[in-house]
């Protein structure tokens, strides 16, 4: 199994998560975090951090799509590993629906 990061970390991106992974296994997006699936050894440290809960073990109901895109994107964005400002309207976005229309491809900047 692995932690996967679902739609509600997009336009939040508050990132407490990635100071408690013991293997730095996120990847930054313009707008929102994945998480390695190879790389995450289910430790399940990372999943209390995060304030919108968007982070959560593959065997919940419905990650499915979640699961394929942190597997996508690990591979082809920049790794991080600390935490920097959140974007300054992450409290807007804080549990909109319809979020997954706002994810963006593009690579964060990494660190
Ligand atoms: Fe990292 Fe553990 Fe979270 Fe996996 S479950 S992403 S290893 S902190
Ligand atoms: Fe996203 Fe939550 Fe981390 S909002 S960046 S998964 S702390």
């Given at each position: 199994m692995t932690y996967i990061v679902n739609d509600a970390c997009i336009r939040c991106k508050y990132m407490d998560c990635v100071e408690v992974c013991p293997v730095d296994c996120f990847y930054e997006g313009e707008n929102m975090l994945v998480i390695h699936p190879d790389e995450c050894?289910?430790?399940?440290?990372c999943e209390p951090e995060c304030p919108v809960e968007a982070i959560k073990p593959?065997?919940?109901?419905?990650v499915e799509k979640w699961l394929a895109l942190n597997a996508e994107y690990s591979k082809i964005w920049p790794n991080i590993t600390v935490k920097r400002d959140a974007p300054a309207d992450a409290k807007e976005w804080?549990?909109?629906?319809?979020?997954?229309?706002?994810?963006?491809?593009n690579p964060g900047k990494g660190d």
């Open positions: 050894i289910d430790c399940g440290v593959d065997t919940v109901p419905g804080e549990g909109k629906p319809g979020k997954e229309a706002e994810f963006s491809a």
